[in-house]
């Protein structure tokens, strides 16, 4: 059976090819390195600026969907979910297929985000998880953004409410196109027909790339002139080259279509954390 919980209208999810406006947004850190923050826009970070050259595909840059521009919390899973469709506690679910008949990036993306704090150098949100068809567990998140000279560092943590829930959740920066990157990964998850991850791992592949790796080591992105380094306790990377404007580089807690071949599951009141480092050369 599946839940009467779920659904299946993009509608309910939001449409991840429409228009989002980036709304207000606050700036943090100074000097060398400037953050713009687009709170109601996904608690997104809109444009990372570096000793004057801006590091993202911004929300004017000509990609002005939901999902083509800045730097975005993917929660509370990342990636694809196959059909929309797994099985948790004995029971199928069905959330609301929203790209390609599958369900993309989590709930986040488009809600907006409640400023708890926001300092010189650092901002912190939190955001309510919906209890309804998008998503039928609840739960919270909260996220922090700090800058110093030349160092990003981000934080997610995503909780529990009082039901236990399926957990996986990310970043998914739109990088401007780099000249190149150095990337060593371990193993690459292999798409299937559809295009989604399956198991298990195998040795990995050259490009392009739409795909998940496990990686440990650190990413280095050259462009610019500008050499940067990207860290993060995740041990799994997705990196999308395809596009001519942007490579995107997003480390996460576990593959796309998580819920369905790595499930992770918080208990009630539990939460998990993870973070993402950007630090310039």
């Given amino acids: 059976m599946v839940s009467d919980e779920g659904g299946d209208g993009s509608a309910e999810a939001g449409d991840p090819e429409a228009t989002l406006a980036p709304g207000p947004l606050l700036r943090i850190g100074s000097g060398e ?13 809109a444009q990372i600026r570096y000793q004057g050259v801006e590091q993202l595909v911004g929300p004017d840059d000509g990609f002005p969907a939901a999902i083509a521009w800045g730097s975005y919390p993917m929660l509370p899973w990342a990636g694809r979910i196959r059909d929309g469709r797994f099985e948790f506690a ?12 599958h369900a993309i990036h989590g709930v986040s993306m488009w809600l907006p985000w409640q400023v708890d704090a926001h300092a010189a150098d ?29 160092t990003l560092a981000m934080t997610l943590s995503v909780g529990a409410g009082d ?28 798409r299937d027909g559809h295009g989604i991850a399956t198991m298990p791992p195998v ?10 790796f496990l990686n440990t080591q650190e990413v280095i992105v050259h462009r610019h002139g500008q050499r940067l380094r990207l860290s993060s306790d995740c041990d799994h990377w997705v990196v999308y080259d395809e596009t001519a404007h942007s490579t995107c580089i997003e480390p996460q807690t576990g593959p796309a279509d998580a819920f369905n071949i790595a499930p992770r599951v918080l208990a009630p ?7 993402f480092r950007m630090e310039w050369d």
Avoid at 33 to 45: H, Y
Avoid at 169 to 185: D, V
Wanted: net charge positive.
């Fill in 33 to 45: 390195l400037q953050l713009e923050i687009a709170p109601q826009a996904g608690g997104r970070i």
């Fill in 90 to 101: 004995g029971r199928q679910w069905q959330l609301p297929a929203n790209l390609g008949g």
């Fill in 122 to 150: 650092r901002i912190e949100l939190s955001l309510a998880l919906p209890r309804d068809r998008r998503w039928p567990f609840g739960g919270s998140a909260l996220q922090r953004i700090e800058v110093g000279p030349r």
């Fill in 163 to 190: 039901q236990p829930m399926p957990v996986a959740f990310g970043w998914h920066p739109w990088l401007r196109k780099p000249e190149r990157i150095e990337f060593h990964p371990s193993a690459i998850y292999p």
């Fill in 203 to 212: 040795a990995p592949t050259p490009g392009p790339w739409d795909d998940c």
């Fill in 269 to 275: 009141g539990q939460s998990m954390q993870a973070w």
